[in-house]
């Protein structure tokens, strides 16, 4: 319901109509204020202003609407554009998860084919080249992780 008491309050009587509105109401309040102290004023002026009053009402209420109508066709228009941004950036994650699903296929196959190979290579080589072997590459490991330190400094 709120919702809704909202929205009507947004069509019919938008923020640009109510701060014009109080405006123009002060200043003729304070012009009727004036007339209304001083007695030698004609009652015809008094109709006049009251006519004028209501024009100005009239006339500031239409461009108030107007004015409302622009703003809320420039915010359809800034959404519109952020959902062709939002698809396009949804559409490039969409493409980068591809890319890297397969990349992360290939690099399971190569590990995959690195055991077979070590299984391959244990089963055929002697215990103690393979033990060898195995130390070799944990060294070479160490040696790669602390030139890689050293390099980061």
Known sequence: MRNSTERFKQIYFPPPVKNRFSLLTFIIGLINVAVAFVPSVPQKWKLSIFILYCT???????????DNNQLLLEKIDNLEKEKINLKSNRDGLIEQYHKDKKEISELKSQIHEQENFRLIVCTILPLEVVRELFERQRLLNLNNKESEKSDDK
């Open 56 to 66: 100005f009402l009239v006339v500031l209420y239409i461009r108030g609407m107007i």
